[in-house]
């Protein structure tokens, strides 16, 4: 009898051999590339005279720089421009498919591979970039890798790592309305701490997630890593399986079969022995909102900005930082702060059970005077989805702007920043000083619909009093 968890028979699975160092040869099923990461790679490839060992195991997309509103070539940045060119040429030059800008399939990575039913459960994926962990949602072992990792992914399909613990994190109860997968993740992250993951791969499992669709298991596993977990994962069931039915790249026919009975069996056992196990209560959990400049400084929309005596020794120097970098008033509620720019996208929350959400709580509403708003579709797929279903109304309507897809203001390695000190309420993943463009910029991470109470009050808002009108 086996007793193993879904990271340790994935891992085995995908072990080569183990390298001098102690380290593990481990084999990448699926690695995705971008214009940031991807330039340097390359080019240490070329100067070693190396191949890509299997181009067909590499997909490419474009998304951090790409702008959101004027996309005609060449773009206005420069930089932006050149890292574009790099991308087209080095993946026509090695041979390995890209998804360009009008190609049908853009977008932001960990958007359009699962959309493309590209990630399959059981798989190693590997990309550079930090949110990989993302595909974990399918039951992956996904994690982001450096630059150098980027060439050792293109020119050997393997990585030189060392094994991560594993902690379970159990969640059980139902979600009620207005508190979603965000919430629970940001609430995860509250507790436990941003390096409460360090060493460790997160298994989330428990009723709540069972119960959550493969998009909201995204949105959670994406934030693994603002949790300090590398990667982070759900055990694919019935609800996985059904996603990936019919997509493009999903297995067909007698080889559906197949593969749904192999990530049957690659599922944790149930009497696997753990590192670490940490149980919540959904019940416990609120609409989340981060009042500092870390994922982990977040708390219950009822709640007020800790004071410096509530928080632990350990947390008061981040604290204290984080009062004066956000003008925040410790002991101040959080509810009723005003906020300037309102941003609903990235691989966090741009997919499209997010915008269907977002656009339930904007009809019949307006974004406040003086506040900016705008959606961001997580790929092209997803924004052609949402304009068939008329949601680019409903948001133009209520005075949001409707974009091209991208990471946006996620990052803002494009046009769309914040200016000076303005405080925006955003559905993405960080909040770091001067993450969102500006090196004043304040970011309040919540969930898409808070963010669209935030947009039509002009004030963070528990999207739970918002009247909904249909
Ligand atoms: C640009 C990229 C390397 C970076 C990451 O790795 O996460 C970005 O996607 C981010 O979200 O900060
Ligand atoms: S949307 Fe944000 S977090 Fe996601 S890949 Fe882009 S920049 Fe990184």
Known sequence: MSSKTLFDKVWDLHTVGTLPSGQTQLLIGLHLIHEVTSPQAFAMLRERGLKVLFPERTVATVDHIVPTENQARPFADDLAEEMMQALEHNTKNFGIRFYNVGSGNQGIVH?????????????????????????GAFGAIAFGIGTSQVRDVLASQTLALSKLKVRKIEVNGELPPGIYA?????????KLGVNGGVGYAYEYAGSTFTAMNME????????SIEGGARCGYINPDQVTFDYLKG???????KDWEKAVAWWQSICSDEDAVYDDVVTFDAAEIEPTVTWGITPGQGIGISETV???ESLADSEKAIASEAYQYMQL??????KGTKIDVCFIGSCTNGRISDLREAAKF???????????????PGSERVKQQAEAEGLDQIFTEAGFEWREPGCSMCLAMNPDKLQGDQISASSSNRNFKGRQGSATGRTLLMSPAMVVAAAVTGEVTDVRKLEQVS
């Not at 965000?182 to 509250?190: P, Q, S």
């Not at 904007?362 to 961001?376: E, I, L, R, S, Y």
């Open 111 to 135: 958007v359009i591979a699962p959309e493309q039913g590209l990630t399959q459960p059981g798989m190693t994926v590997a990309c550079g970039d930090s949110h990989t962990s993302t595909h």
């Open 182 to 190: 965000k919430d629970v993740i940001l609430h995860i992250i509250r």
């Open 216 to 223: 909201e298991r995204m949105t959670v596993c994406n934030m």
């Open 247 to 253: 997509k493009d790249f999903a297995p067909k026919g």
């Open 306 to 308: 800790p004071t410096p």
């Open 329 to 334: 008033t410790p002991g101040k509620s959080i």
């Open 362 to 376: 904007a009809k019949g509403h307006h974004v406040a005077a003086g506040v900016k708003a705008f959606v961001v």
